[in-house]
């Protein structure tokens, strides 16, 4: 089963436009989590540890959640 996935990401961040600019046209089942909600931003804070977006959080069928910070590799990541 396919792991479910959310972006973290702000409008005003160059690297998560890279990443919103690569996903375009794609056909990724991704749920975007913009940190300007509040919510999101303490999920990504108290899941990943730090508010620094892009995140991808990627939670397996079995659970587990990571939470990936770099905007290269979640780019690397979706290819
Ligand atoms: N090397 C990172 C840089 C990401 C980055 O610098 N993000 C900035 C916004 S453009 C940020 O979240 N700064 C606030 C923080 O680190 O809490 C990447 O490529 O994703």
């Given at each position: ?19 919103l ?40 069928a ?18």
């Amino acid at each position: 089963m396919e792991p479910k996935l959310a972006l973290y990401y702000s409008k005003y961040c160059f690297f998560c436009q890279k990443v919103l600019m690569f996903l375009r046209g794609k056909d990724h089942d991704i749920e975007l989590k913009s940190t300007s909600d509040r919510d999101n931003a303490k999920a990504l804070m108290h899941g990943g540890g730090k508010t620094q977006v892009p995140c991808l959080r990627i939670e397996s069928a079995q659970g587990k959640v990571d939470w990936m910070y770099e905007s290269d590799d979640i780019i690397r990541y979706l290819s």
